[in-house]
């Protein structure tokens, strides 16, 4: 058969069942990405003879004799198509993985479609940028700046690797080939919980192309936890390699390694498990009483780390700062609410992936998609024993990862296979491993109750919460902690108790995202807040500034006991003041009718600047002798769309008196530096960051010192010079996010059309304005899908209903309003350059803005996320308001 | 996705290929099922788009939509312009735009993939019971039947065509396209997956009498169609009476795609609006 892919014409027969998007994959082409694998998702979009089409449905041999157009035939770096010059221009993009399908598409669109751009793109998800740069990039807007020698910082420079990300050059974790490439696929448990009485691999082994089925008998048993921190003590060890014990749906009970997916994958459809099914609990609440099942009853509570494997309790906090009963006492008006957060998942478009292979050495080689090489280094020469050094982690450009890949979820298995069989291992999570199999965000109930007097001072803030960890404990005490601390925290009354537990369930496993605690317990305080400023008739934004912490007050939350938080810089009350003008300015969409409720709703979040117990950042830049571009600078921390990359190089640019040009960035590899702690914790700029300061100023200062005269005896004897830096992250900042909606409700259908959406943000000095404001709306447009629609769904047995992006409603461009972002003008005395962390932040607080404004516009107040149109509807009929009920004929 | 149990894709040759049809066959038209939802037991893909039907026929009993029509040349004849002889096509834009999958699913996914397919959201099954289509069924053996789209889509995912049988293409009364018709989809999210979809329509003024005065067809909501006529139009409440009658709380769909108290509401709803719409009750 023969094909015509880019304008090259291959030869080729493509398996019976092979879709269009493979088979381009495996000619090179693979600019071609797998976001879902079943159309909804639109990252593999192709043009077959000019016209668009999702390639991952498109049978391959239906291509033959046409003409298939992929994003790498569509243009180049040197002469790339209009619209991905455009996409350069508006800087389109963040982490990148979408773009190929978002650039095939716009390049690909109709009059008819031009006319209607939400419409033809609800077949695109970008999970990063909240699609306004995608907005302008299809109108032709021109966001980057030109750089200057010395003045990088501040502007809005474009990603380096944008022409290499527009043409689909750029190389993603799964976009390599190495020769004797072998694939994994996974057995899956099909019980909640449930023990392996016997397992017979022999008829999988006999699968043509076969190569290695591993079981629990074939691994390592040592007890780990998939979550990565800095100390490997933070989280409970509760995992096992492989399990005789499955503890949720779909844990990974086996391997395969075959000569392809295909023989993997039929593989682990032979190998027969006699199951002794297990009594499983699904609810935390249920899992805390006496009798319940035991998802870790065979763990010893110490060794484990799990505060009480009898009563399924991993972790717990009980804190009283000051005298709340007497702050209660005292109080003129006490607010109270219980609220019910769900598990999302993180949806990066990248899914988890790895490659595991021996060098000429014998050197353990991992490449997988993470934020963590160095920890999910270190964890796995634990693992398998073996020296770090021992032992390489690299990434390369990530798919984006939102905390999900803060994880150890496969690079332990291909590492074990690679060192067995002496062959390049791969295994690459299909979308439905991704949403069922994976984490996700810990859903948690929350009990909030607020005291304050007449005037509005609030006089004592109690905060109870119950956290579903799932099987295992990854992230779940530390996630608990964090939803215990700046969510309250942030307001100065002294008198707070706190009561946390998190739990274990059958259930699929939560872990690190986005906010990590903050989102859902800044949601339950920030409406809380809300309700008291009604019951006082004070103006919501004017309570905050009432309440709000401001230098020279204490942060207290579980502690009064100072940390080494500081207020490096304030910008709070400015963002406070934004939001009101913003509100007030009059502009933002008109209201749809007269059948619509209009209100509008503030919320407030603070984020200190990285993780407790501090974090680690080691960064080197040289002169590299006649290189082009001159300078190197080598860092730990892993580009996943946050733009690190971009900034990195403008901080060393800035200190070196050169353009961000001149630097070449090398990153998350750990054969680069000594150590990183990763990219997460909003650690990007202001940790690693702050290395990246440290070592561009010691360079500077070994230039100075040398002089031209010495850095020419360098040249000339082909020596790099070169200046290091280590930050441990601590003391940290604080920085600040406000959101403000304004929203109009439809009574009659729930429905909710946001007319004006705006965050106002104090991230200190703002490193690329341009980058930093793509995060706050990638930010508030992925916290708005979790506002409103998303939720991974649970069955009475355990198992996810929410399988695929059909069923997981993810916010498209349609959904997405714009939102305007106003920066707060501080300069940090503790951060880079002046700057604070703005990545997880902008999360935050627009899941109880947006609930403050639903709740100002229909009275009715919804204390269960996701605010989905059945929900508000259903809320607002059984409050029986009259535009919700049905109308008598 | 790649279906890697599939050993072989083979062309249809002809009205013989229903007699063929083994286990762990399936017809292959565009694609955008098959390919989006992973079956082990499928061995052969059996390629329909080979018999090369032609998509749109109009004659004067109506039009045949074929099986392998792609949603695309659907949305483009009911658009540009619809027939003006036809006026209830002007629906068929609507129930293109309910899919959830943009214009580049248009291109590929078919109407017939679409209604065997039998998900309860699947809007070319909307539009077919929505006009009182009948679907014809080639039958192993050299056979074929006919049948209401309510009895071919039957469940959640099941429908009623045996093991070898083949939807070869739907028919659209004449008499249903000469009255007008008006289309209702409610969703979770904008532009989103259906909840529930209505479509009500009228006769043509040279029929009244004749035929229903008002028919309601209920969708997306409930997991197989329901059709209500009435021989007079219906006051609002007659409708809603209606409606409750034949539908409890239990019989609407629940999915993660919207709870059946809400579908419920919306039903009532729409059809309300459908009715003023129509009719100017």
Redesign the interface.
Known sequence: MTFRIDGDEHEATP?????L??FLRERGRTGVKKGC????C?AC?VHVDG????S????A??AEGREVTTVMGLGTPETPHPVQQAFIDAQGFQCGFCTAGFVM?AA?LGEE?RADL???????LCRCTGYRAIHDALAGVVNVERDAAGASVGRGLGAPAGPEIVTGRVEFTMDDAPAGLLHMALLRSPHAHARIRSIDTSAALAVPGVQLVLTHDDVPQMLFSTGRHTTRREDPDDTRILDVVARHKEQRMAAVVADS??AA??GV?QIVVDWEVLPAVFDPAEALKPGAPLVHGDKDAVESRIVDPSRNLVGEVHTVCGDPDAGFAAAAVVVEDTFEVQRIQHVHLETHGATAWLDEAGRLNVRTSTQVPFLTRDELALLLDLDPSNVRVFAKRVGGGFGGKQELLCEDLVAIAAMRLGQPVRIEF?REEQLAASTTRHPMRLRVRIGATAEGDFTAMELELLSNTGAYGNHGPAVMFHACNESIGVYKVPHKRVDGQVVYTHTVPAGALRGYGLSQSVYAVECVVDEVARRLGIDPIALRERNVVAPGDRFVAMSDEPEDVEFGSYGLDQCLAMVRDALADGSGEPVPGPEWLVGEGVALGMLDAGPPGGHHADARISLVPDATPAYRLAVGTAEFGNGTATVHRQIAAQVLGVTASDIELVASDTDEVGHDSGAFASAGVFVAGRATLLAAQALAARLEELGEEGISVARAAAEAITGEGTFTGSPRSVAFNVHGFRVAVLP???EVRILKSVQAVDAGTVMNPLQCRAQVEGGTAQALGAA??E?V?IDDEGAV??R?L????W??M??IPPTEVRFADTHDALGPLGAKPMSESPFNPVAPALANAIRDATGVRLTRLPM????I??AL?DAGLPGAT??A? | MDLNTVEQLIPATGREAVDAFEPGDAWLAGGSALFAWPDPKLRRLVDITALGWRALTATDAGLDIAATCTIAELADYGTHPPPAEWPALAIVRGCCEALRGSFKVWNVGTVGGNICASLPAGPMTSLAAGLGAECLIWQPGGGERRAAVADVVIGDCVNALAPGELLRSIHVPADVLRGRAAIRQGSLTPMGRSASLLIARVPPADLAGEAPAFTLVITAAVARAVTLEFAEVPTPAELDAAIEARLVLGDYFADPHGTPRWRRHLVRLHARELLEELTGA
């Open positions: 398996r019976a069942g092979q879709c998007r493979t694998d079943t159309g909804d639109g979009t016209t668009p089409v999702h991952c449905l498109y049978p041999s239906r598409t690909g479609q939400p419409r033809a793109f609800k077949s695109n997916v295909a994958e039929e459809r299909s009659a259908t729930g409103l629609d939720e769904l209903v929410t695929n059909r069923t997981y409603n916010p498209t349609a959904t989905r149109r059945d929900r509807w259903e009929a049905f109308p004929s």
